[in-house]
């Protein structure tokens, strides 16, 4: 069945580093949606990328969507306190009309201060 | 801003009983979610509903989960005879269309 798969699954950075998570489906997706979560809350949609390649920016956050639409990939450049939380990547196949979204396990980012 | 509510924020049953999770939606949105994540783990699908009907179910929604959307504003989910892997967060979500969802702040169902 349809999986997606993140790595890494924890990651620990000092404040002002970098920080990537890597998703991958096992299927091509319509799109990847990438939500946070932070500790005892819900997830929350931070974006969407629909197209084939596509790249988007939020501030320091960077997010590509593979050419195959298999893979994406969020970069948060300079990370700060406020970056603590799961972050989780989550798409509905590709010519699914009905919503329902497989998530990835998530990465868990801790940052040191 | 809007967002999705849902009731009671904890739920604590025994076993074998019935459950329901209540849920107000986003007013003008149209598709509803139910999800579920077992605690450290990933956010599992259990259920979409859109025009009055289920729209896709996964294969955790056996026949001892419903839902109901009773009177146009709530959506619920009934787990009809909990187990002990029932246990988990569970968490609504509603959307205008199949694509960003605004999920609630969840009922965490501990089943004793």
């Known amino acids: 069945g349809q999986q997606v798969m993140q790595i890494p699954q924890y990651q620990h950075v000092q404040e002002g580093e970098d920080f990537t998570t890597y998703c991958n489906s096992s299927?091509?997706?319509?799109?990847i949606q990438w939500y946070k979560q932070r500790p005892g809350g819900h997830p929350v949609f931070l974006i969407q990328?629909?197209?084939?390649?596509e790249v988007k920016k939020q501030k320091r956050l960077t997010f590509q969507f593979g050419e195959a639409k298999k893979n994406s990939s969020l970069h948060i450049t300079a990370t700060q306190t406020t970056d603590v939380g799961t972050y989780f990547c989550?798409?509905?196949?590709?010519?699914?009309?009905?919503?329902?979204?497989?998530f990835g396990r998530g990465t868990q980012l801790t940052v040191w201060p | 801003e809007p967002e999705v509510t849902q009731t009671p924020s904890h739920q604590v049953t025994q076993m074998g009983q019935e459950v329901i999770l209540r849920c107000v939606p986003i007013?003008?949105?149209?598709?509803f979610y139910w999800y579920r994540q077992i605690l450290g783990q990933k956010v599992e699908f259990l259920v979409s509903f859109y025009n009055n009907e289920i729209s896709e179910k996964s294969e955790i929604f056996d026949d001892q989960f419903s839902v109901e959307r009773p009177d146009g504003s709530n959506f619920t989910l009934k787990i009809r005879s909990t187990k002990l892997e029932d246990s988990a967060m569970y968490f609504c979500?509603?959307?205008?269309?199949?694509?960003?969802?605004?999920f609630g702040p969840g009922t965490r169902l501990t089943v004793l």
């Open positions: 989550a798409g509905p196949v590709r010519g699914s009309t009905l919503g329902r979204l497989y």
């Open positions: 007013s003008n949105h149209l598709y």
């Open positions: 299927t091509t997706l319509s799109n």
């Open positions: 990328l629909v197209k084939s390649g």
């Open positions: 979500a509603s959307s205008v269309s199949i694509d960003e969802q605004f």
